[in-house]
């Protein structure tokens, strides 16, 4: 008899549970979802705001007024996310409550390469990544002969650049003549001839102990041409 009653006390706790679950599973299929949670992670870009993202969403018909949470497809959403030309990566997921919560992190241009017939960012990850009306990053310009077979060597220098904040600040644009390039500086009119983008450490180097030892000397304006093309020489012309 007591072995009965065991029995039956767990039945009626199993089907209580069961009940519960389908009660709670019942009203979260009918709960209308709320989008209203959207974190765009902090960067110095801003490529995205919380009304472009929802405009975003909107001029790709995914709706999601009026809709429950049953009928509303977290990874459709995330997907359609991941194709914003400014989107890194993305995350959406809700609650019992049908609030969708969207988490977004930005894309970060570090190079703008606009020559004759093209107009576009690399991004952190040497990715090539449109313009956006929205918001213009302040990089260095990649301009003249620049195309596709010199991302990888753009990209490298790029990035040893934006590692010094000296060269970060004075270097403002490189432009390509045929797979040479010429830096040109913000402090100082010279064109510098860098050559190809090579043994940069040593050319970056070499060159910071000219204006070291030279330029507070000769003066910033005295030379219209720096050399760097050869080997452990810096070739200088006077304007």
Known sequence: ???????????????FTLIVLAFTE????????????????????????????LQYIEKHNFAYDGVVLSQFYLNDLEEILLK??????????????GVIKIKL?????????KTAYVD????????EMPLSKSFTPRVIV??????QKHHASIYAFIQKINK???????????HFLDDEVVLIPRVGSQKIHFGMLVNSTEKLDNLYQFYKQAMSVKGWQTYSDISLKYKNQIVCTKK
Do not use: C, P
């Open 1 to 15: 008899m007591k072995k009965l009653l065991q029995i039956i006390k767990w039945g009626m706790l199993i089907a």
């Open 26 to 53: 019942k009203k979260q299929g009918e709960q209308l979802v709320k989008l209203n949670q959207i974190n765009i992670e902090m960067s110095e870009d801003k490529f995205l705001t919380k009304n472009s993202v």
């Open 84 to 97: 914003h030309s400014a989107v890194r990566k993305a995350e959406v997921y809700s609650n019992q409550q």
């Open 105 to 113: 992190q930005q894309r970060k241009a570090i190079v703008r390469i």
């Open 120 to 127: 576009y960012y690399l991004d952190e990850d040497g990715l």
């Open 142 to 147: 990649v301009t003249g002969d620049a195309n």
């Open 164 to 174: 010094s904040e000296f060269w970060k600040s004075q270097i403002t644009q490189l």
